[in-house]
């Protein structure tokens, strides 16, 4: 019976991102000290040369503009090494053509992981998918390296990407405005207003006497919050 096979435990939203040290498509990193002060999107594919990790690369790649001006960098992990993943995104330039995307170069750091060090210690490696490919997780983190949203997929299923996007705008927007984001929020929409701590801030509002706050009931308030408020805020221009 094996008993010397370490166990990583999954790191939870809250949580200090696992530290690590890598070699990367970019050079090496120190991970998240040489990101802080900035967003992070970490992610995961399963393998170099596959087609939904090629569609996956070239839309993030496409979309990288974006997400720096939101203040987020991205970077990319597989269990490959730096030879292949060099080869596979010329590649992606030289060859590959996707809903119109072509010529695409991907210049965010792509992380070799041969050991899967990294990938086990952030719960990549999910036995039920395989016990040599990182599952397509995303983990979002924030300018002091704590983990703010983990989001996992399967093998087969390419990402939504417009959804990362939003995802990062909310987070900002909520620690921006002390604010909470409804379903499907974007920017322009009401957002939720922190649940009333006592039974005279309840009153209050549901009173009508809380300035710019409309209340379903006393536990369910929102308010307006402009767009070009919400985007001057969270994103550079």
């Not at 939870?12 to 002060?37: C, H, L, M, W």
Request: aromatic share 10%; net charge negative.
């Amino acid at each position: 019976m094996e008993t010397n096979k370490e166990i990583y435990a999954m790191p939870r939203i809250g949580e200090q991102a696992p530290s690590f040290t890598a070699v990367t498509t970019q050079g090496e990193i120190n991970f998240p000290k040489d990101y802080e002060g900035s967003w992070v999107i970490l992610f995961s594919h399963p393998a170099d040369f596959t087609p939904v990790c090629t569609s996956e690369f070239m839309t993030f790649a496409v979309m990288e503009e974006q997400f720096n001006k939101a203040g987020c960098k991205l970077v990319g992990l597989s269990v490959d090494g730096l030879y292949s993943h060099i080869a596979w995104l010329r590649t992606i330039k030289e060859k590959i053509e996707y809903k119109g995307m072509k010529n695409v170069e991907v210049t965010f750091p792509l992380i070799e992981d041969i050991t899967m060090e990294v990938a086990k210690k952030y719960g990549m490696i999910q036995p039920g998918e395989s016990n040599t490919k990182a599952v397509r997780a995303v983990f979002i983190i924030d300018p002091k390296g704590i983990i703010r949203t983990i989001i996992y997929y399967p093998l087969s299923l390419g990402r939504n990407f417009d959804e990362l996007y939003r995802a990062l705008i909310a987070l900002k927007t909520a620690d921006e405005f002390s604010i909470a984001t409804p379903a499907d929020w974007r920017p322009g929409d009401d957002v939720i207003v922190p649940t009333a701590g006592s039974c005279g801030t309840a009153k209050n509002r549901m009173d009508g006497k809380e300035e710019g706050v409309e209340c379903k009931d006393w536990f369910f308030c929102t308010k307006k919050l402009d767009k070009d408020t919400v985007l001057k805020k969270v994103v550079t221009r």
